[in-house]
């Protein structure tokens, strides 16, 4: 009784302390669509590391820089040789960085849905107003901008610096203009797979190994059996055999739809017919990506 | 502040729920049940992130199956696992679970501020959250549970891991949710003895079956058991066997506290009141003895059991 005496009385100075009054909240409740909103702009700033430590900003800014750095070469090359052309496409630019874009993705896909699960914070968020498509939505729209920032922002340098370069108004309008559709497709195809292969693990590692994985293999079997199919058949499956990674994906339908020049061997990208089944791919893997989350989210739940 | 009717959740292989009927009124309500019980199915189907098989449940006079988002907006929830990220402050994570809750940005942060004082964290609530000790986690759960002003609150298992002091400021802090905040509450634990004392009302629910809904100055009545321990002097040199002599031939049972550390020494008697106190002072200071220790003793769920079998015989015995 006596050793407690002590300690019975820190209660009842923290009593003292803590009571300075509550205060009610009667100001407005802004509900689901505002949540929302506050969830995506708040996993935005974290995919650069934003409000989080300043260790979490190292690695997305650095792949910033390198994202935008050969960019600016480039600008600055046309600009003191008064090229007539830019000697990169805008379409190209993303595929020639995919291994940026694979890190990039590797790193903040986990980021952005792993640490939910492994800290199990996802209970919290179903525990307000928020239901399960609004947590995916602004999780897989979150990263799809930062995704977007990250690859149309090389492309503005590009476009920015034609135009200071004096290069033909037009034609770099409608490259820049491409360019940003195919990469806005890229941001949505590869948020959706980074996200549903990071939202299966709870650890960050496994998630950040398999986005690597998913996406380094694919395209190192794809190209690899392109250029077989090169050598030995001709450039007829070469075409069909694209559908199968991501990158090769996103490279077929800009030049199928969006001008691009191909970087499939040959140089020859499908034709529209084909170009059309890519598209559908494209679009069914977004959709798959999201009904996927959606499935597993419905799971998680509490 | 919650009603549930017949409110029935099964598995596939387990009943979770079975016929519920409960009405829980404002103040600080302990719902009470051994592990899988059914408590948490409980918070889930009230929260309305999970239908019940069968019948209905409200809260706040919402219907849960249809108007589960308009309850998550006024009901807080502390869950009994860990669930916060260590990397952040305890000031970021709750000023984010404010937004989800829809408070603007200025309030949200305003009601941070306040929020983690009223629960007692200070300086440190600018550290990253890694670095706490488990009381203080436990306070950053339960602000996050109460940033928004809820009308009502469900604390899912709040002492868990704590030391007895910190068991004791929860306690305390639960406590005035209701009376400082003016906060509802529903907190559920397995330990029916740290309920009985923070409780106005306290639901006992058993393998998804309630067994009992009562004031909690009921259970104490019928349930407190007073643990004491005496000194020996040298006219009795048994003194525990002197005292126990001295209160039977009062009238008041008391049993052997086998089992108990100190066994031998303790005695344990069943209090009806306060003059059960006074009784057990008087005696000891007449045999004068020195009183070592005389404490409620802290009550497991399997006790309430033991005591409702013991009452039914009571009441038939009394029938008769």
């Known amino acids: 009784m006596a050793a407690e005496q002590p300690t019975a009385t820190v209660p009842g100075d923290q009593t003292r302390i803590h009571n300075i009054g509550y205060r009610n909240y009667d100001g407005p409740r802004l509900g689901r669509a505002y949540a929302r909103r506050s969830l995506y702009s708040q996993s935005l700033r974290g995919a650069y590391g934003l409000g989080r430590s300043a260790k979490s900003k190292v690695l997305p800014m650095l792949l910033f820089v390198v994202m935008?750095?050969?960019?600016?070469?480039?600008?600055?090359?046309?600009?003191?040789?008064?090229?007539?052309d830019l000697p990169l496409d805008y379409t190209r630019y993303a595929i020639v960085m995919q291994a940026v874009i694979s890190l990039y993705i590797a790193a903040q896909a986990p980021q952005s849905v792993s640490r939910d699960l492994r800290f199990k914070t996802v209970p919290l968020y179903f525990s307000r107003p928020i239901e399960t498509a609004d947590y995916v939505r602004a999780k897989y729209a979150s990263l799809a901008s930062a995704l977007f920032?990250?690859?149309?922002?090389?492309?503005?340098?590009?476009?920015?610096?034609?135009?200071?370069?004096?290069?033909?108004?037009?034609?770099?309008?409608?490259?820049?203009?491409?360019?940003?559709?195919?990469?806005?497709?890229?941001?949505?195809?590869?948020?959706?797979?980074?996200?549903?292969?990071?939202?299966?693990?709870?650890?960050?590692?496994?998630?950040?190994?398999?986005?690597?994985?998913?996406?380094?293999?694919?395209?190192?079997?794809?190209?690899?059996?392109?250029?077989?199919?090169?050598?030995?058949?001709?450039?007829?499956?070469v075409a069909w055999i694209g559908l199968f990674s991501p990158i090769t994906l996103i490279d077929g339908v800009s030049s199928a739809f969006l001008g691009a020049t191909s970087a499939f061997p040959g140089g020859v990208g499908p034709g529209n017919g084909e170009g059309a089944v890519y598209v559908l791919v494209t679009l069914g893997l977004i959709a798959g990506a999201y009904g996927l989350l959606m499935r597993r989210y419905k799971k998680v739940g509490l | 502040?919650?009603?549930?009717?017949?409110?029935?959740?099964?598995?596939?292989?387990?009943?979770?729920?079975?016929?519920?009927?409960?009405?829980?009124?404002?103040?600080?309500?302990?719902?009470?049940?051994?592990?899988?019980?059914?408590?948490?199915?409980?918070?889930?189907?009230?929260?309305?992130?999970?239908?019940?098989?069968?019948?209905?449940?409200?809260?706040?006079?919402?219907?849960?199956?249809?108007?589960?988002?308009?309850?998550?907006?006024?009901?807080?929830?502390?869950?009994?696992?860990?669930?916060?990220?260590?990397?952040?402050?305890?000031?970021?994570f709750v000023v984010h679970m404010a937004r989800m809750s829809g408070l603007p940005p200025t309030a949200a942060r305003e009601r941070t501020a306040d929020t983690l004082r009223h629960v007692g964290l200070y300086e440190e609530r600018y550290r990253p959250i890694g670095g706490y000790s488990t009381g203080m986690k436990q306070r950053v759960k339960l602000a996050?549970?109460?940033?928004?002003?809820?009308?009502?609150?469900?604390l899912d298992e709040p002492t868990n891991g704590l030391d007895p002091v910190g068991r004791d400021e929860m306690l305390g802090l639960i406590r005035r949710i209701h009376t400082d905040f003016g906060i509802s509450v529903l907190v559920t634990s397995h330990l029916l003895g740290e309920l009985e004392r923070t409780c106005d009302h306290v639901v006992v629910v058993d393998g998804g079956k309630l067994l009992r809904s009562s004031s909690t100055t009921d259970f104490t009545q019928t349930t407190t058991t007073l643990a004491i321990e005496v000194t020996d002097t040298d006219e009795h040199p048994d003194g525990t066997r002197a005292v126990r002599e001295a209160l039977d031939a009062r009238g008041v049972a008391v049993q052997d506290g086998s089992g108990l550390p100190g066994a031998?020494?303790?005695?344990?008697?069943?209090?009806?009141?306060?003059?059960?106190?006074?009784?057990?002072?008087?005696?000891?200071?007449?045999?004068?003895?020195?009183?070592?220790?005389?404490?409620?003793?802290r009550h497991h769920i399997s006790e309430v059991f033991t005591n409702s079998d013991a009452e039914r015989k009571e009441a038939v015995g009394h029938g008769s």
């Open chain 1, 68 to 84: 935008c750095l050969p960019a600016a070469i480039i600008v600055a090359v046309a600009v003191a040789t008064k090229a007539n």
């Open chain 2, 264 to 297: 031998g020494h303790v005695l344990l008697l069943t209090a009806t009141g306060e003059e059960t106190y006074d009784l057990v002072r008087d005696v000891i200071a007449g045999l004068g003895l020195g009183l070592v220790r005389m404490e409620q003793r």
């Open chain 1, 149 to 237: 920032i990250l690859t149309a922002a090389p492309l503005l340098v590009l476009y920015v610096g034609a135009l200071l370069a004096k290069l033909d108004f037009a034609d770099q309008t409608k490259g820049f203009a491409q360019g940003l559709v195919s990469v806005a497709l890229l941001s949505l195809l590869f948020a959706g797979l980074g996200l549903v292969i990071a939202s299966v693990t709870p650890r960050r590692g496994f998630g950040i190994a398999a986005v690597i994985a998913v996406l380094t293999i694919s395209y190192g079997a794809v190209s690899t059996l392109q250029a077989i199919a090169d050598v030995q058949a001709g450039s007829g499956s």
């Open chain 2, 1 to 92: 502040m919650i009603a549930t009717e017949s409110l029935s959740k099964r598995f596939p292989r387990v009943t979770a729920l079975d016929r519920l009927s409960v009405d829980i009124g404002p103040g600080v309500t302990g719902l009470v049940g051994a592990n899988g019980a059914g408590k948490s199915t409980l918070i889930k189907i009230l929260l309305g992130l999970s239908p019940a098989t069968e019948g209905r449940a409200e809260v706040l006079g919402l219907d849960v199956a249809t108007k589960g988002a308009d309850i998550r907006e006024r009901v807080g929830y502390m869950p009994e696992h860990d669930c916060l990220p260590p990397d952040v402050s305890a000031t970021e």
């Open chain 2, 144 to 154: 996050q549970a109460l940033v928004h002003d809820p009308q009502l609150v469900f």
